[in-house]
């Protein structure tokens, strides 16, 4: 008999994603406002004869299933951090869109960092699964510790904000998916020979998010990467337009798209705003949502007839 762990993990937004200028790293300095939103995914980990990563769900196909997902990376480098055989079949059931700009893939990572440590019970750390994490990618620290936070350096440094209030969310889910590193070579092109501002979180939007009034978060929203994905991918201006056209407060593209995300004031908004979406033939999926989530949470622990689940 074996147990099996399985992990919760939201989505995010950025509500905010100031970019600077390219480092010499090729990496950007970035002032990011995450807010978790309540769009998850599950990864359960089972004892296994070797490392195995299988997918269900949404755009199930999408998802790599070898050691580049950031899953089977997670397992593997905490295995290597406690000396254990990382023996274990990880499972993604998705819900997040793939390759939407909404943290999937950093989120799995998250989940699955989570499952291993209670699975083996390797007692690790918060600040160790949060190193852990920022070794894996710049949005996997976020993934771990949900609600809202401060980005800064690559992304991976946290500083937790406090969010005042509720917010509703529409996601306009698109056809196919935009490369992150794609993005950021388009704003790289898009700002060559510009000077390009230090990147700070803005003081209006931190205060909307403490008031948790959605108006003036509207008017605070800003993402530097939305005119590189929307010279990648010019039709999701229709689909901000769409949404707006719809009731929304505010729209603006998810990270580095392709998804899309409209502020909404209330549910009902919220409900009528993905209606006209899906009507509008400008996406293939809206999904709704709030915000703040919390974290990477272990949702169930079970018990198998046997270790090669």
């Keep these: 008999m074996s147990a099996a762990v399985t ?24 002032a990011n406002v995450f807010l978790a939103v309540g769009l998850y995914d599950e990864v359960t980990a089972t004892p296994a004869d070797a490392l195995r990563v299988t997918c269900s769900g949404p755009d199930a196909a999408q998802v790599p299933l070898d050691t580049t ?22 499972h993604i059931a998705k819900d997040i869109p793939v390759a939407g700009g909404m943290a999937g893939g950093s989120a799995d990572g998250a989940a699955a960092l989570v499952a291993c440590d209670a699975l083996w019970g390797t007692g690790a750390s918060r600040d160790e699964l949060l190193a852990i994490c920022a070794e894996l990618g710049s949005d996997v620290p976020f993934s771990l510790v949900g609600g809202a936070a401060l980005g800064t350096g690559r992304g991976e440094k946290l500083t937790p904000i406090e969010v005042g209030g509720v917010f509703h969310w529409v ?11 794609a993005v950021y070579g388009e704003f790289d092109r898009l700002t060559a020979g510009t000077e390009v501002p230090e990147p700070a979180a803005s003081p ?30 010019p039709s999701l201006a229709d689909t901000l337009a769409a949404g707006t ?10 990270g580095s798209g392709p998804t899309t995300a409209f502020l ?17 033939g ?7 949502a709030v915000s703040p989530a919390p974290g990477a949470t272990v949702a169930g622990r079970c018990v198998t007839a046997s270790g090669t689940a």
């Design 245 to 254: 056209a719809a009731g929304a407060l505010a729209a603006l593209v998810s």
């Design 282 to 288: 400008t996406c293939r999926d809206a999904r709704v």
């Design 204 to 233: 209006a939007l931190l205060a909307a998010l403490r008031s948790g009034d959605p108006d003036a978060l509207a008017a605070a929203l800003g993402n530097d990467l939305q005119p590189a994905a929307l010279s990648l991918r």
């Design 264 to 280: 909404v004031p209330d549910e009902e908004t919220a409900r009528k705003t993905a209606d006209a979406l899906l009507a509008s």
């Design 171 to 181: 996601f306009a889910v698109a056809d196919g998916g935009l490369s992150t590193p």
């Design 7 to 30: 992990v919760r993990v939201p989505a995010k937004v950025n509500v905010q994603l100031a970019v600077g200028a390219a480092r010499p790293d090729g990496f950007h300095d970035l």
């Design 69 to 90: 997902n950031l899953a089977a990376r997670a397992a593997l480098a905490l295995a290597e951090r406690y000396g254990i055989d990382p023996a274990v079949h990880l």
